[in-house]
């Protein structure tokens, strides 16, 4: 099973406007409501590529209550754990320009924390655990240990796809299965300026070296790079006018993660990684399977 972890979700109010003028009145008549969170994004697309996945983290009060049916509704499974505040709304204004404005995220206590440790230790080698989206403070040191303790000893293949000293931290605790980061979540990892696709590779495949089994970095639209100890691969990214740039690098794990778990071929999942990230950047919610089939056969992979 695909269990997907999100710390912080919200329910995003996304709103179209053609205009948007700060400090004046801005009517919209095009608004959506979507569940947010890079782990519920993950499981989202991973359901619609048809894999079934499990949905947990974090939700509290109404705005919770309305992600988890949402999520059910769309036939994920969920095992949230309940906080006793509301689930924060973001709001995203998609005009000339984006502008966001994120709510803070919940508080957690000590019993939040360890029974998402207990829940964790469930987990057997059959199962993948992606940990998606800002880690919060509030979790103490230890939690990141215990996590590291339960995925190697249950043989759990853990995707982590965070940022910042989080990831850092994780990375020196415990070698993920999967990462994907951008290139600048890639400079900080390495502590270097990157200026080219050639020394990205280079100090991908150094993070290959220290133990990691599978690294993609996304370049945007110059494309993606996947390396192994086995393979190094790039691809171009389909052709396509950019509609909405949230949730395209979730899709971009869901869509890798959906088809390697289905046979093991890293080329071909990484290909529909790259066209479920693209088929997400080209509409205003997440891509669905039809989505990304039509777009397949434009990702040219080149071997390295």
Not at 170 to 194: A, C, D, R, S
Not at 204 to 220: P, R
Request: hydrophobic letters at 35%; a negative charge.
């Amino acid at each position: 099973m695909i269990y997907t972890c999100t710390f912080m979700p919200s329910v995003d109010y996304t709103t179209y406007i053609p205009t948007f003028e700060l400090g004046e009145l801005n009517r919209s008549n095009d608004v959506y409501y979507y569940p947010g969170g890079k782990g519920i994004n993950v499981s989202r697309v991973v359901k619609r590529l048809g894999v079934d996945t499990i949905a947990g983290g974090f939700i509290g009060g109404f705005t919770g209550d309305y992600i988890e049916s949402f999520l059910r509704d769309e036939g994920v499974k969920t095992d949230f754990i309940r906080t006793p505040e509301n689930t924060r709304i973001n709001v995203k204004i998609k005009s000339t320009e984006e502008t966001e404005l994120n709510g803070p995220g919940p508080d957690l206590n000590e019993q939040n924390i360890q029974s998402l440790i207990e829940r964790i230790g469930l987990l057997t080698e059959e199962d993948w655990l992606i940990i998606a989206g800002r880690i919060p403070t509030s979790l103490p040191s230890s939690f990141l240990t215990e996590l590291a303790t339960h995925c190697e000893q249950n043989k759990v293949k853990l995707v982590v796809d965070t940022s910042g000293p989080a990831l850092k931290q994780i990375m020196e605790i415990i070698k993920p299965f999967f990462i994907k980061p951008n290139v600048q979540e890639l400079e900080e990892l390495v502590g270097k300026t990157i200026h080219s696709k050639e020394e990205a590779i280079v100090y991908a495949k150094e993070l290959i070296g220290n133990g990691i089994q599978h690294v993609v970095v996304s370049m945007g639209g110059e494309g993606a790079l996947y390396v192994s100890s086995e393979e190094t691969l790039i691809a171009t990214v389909p052709k396509g006018k950019l509609v909405n740039s949230v949730g395209a690098g979730d899709s971009l794990v869901s869509g890798f993660i959906a088809s390697y778990s289905q046979d093991g071929c890293a080329e071909k999942a990484f290909r529909y990684g790259v066209a479920s990230g693209s088929a997400t950047a080209f509409q205003s919610d997440l891509c669905k399977k039809e989505d990304v089939e039509s777009l397949v056969s434009q990702v040219i992979i080149s071997k390295q």
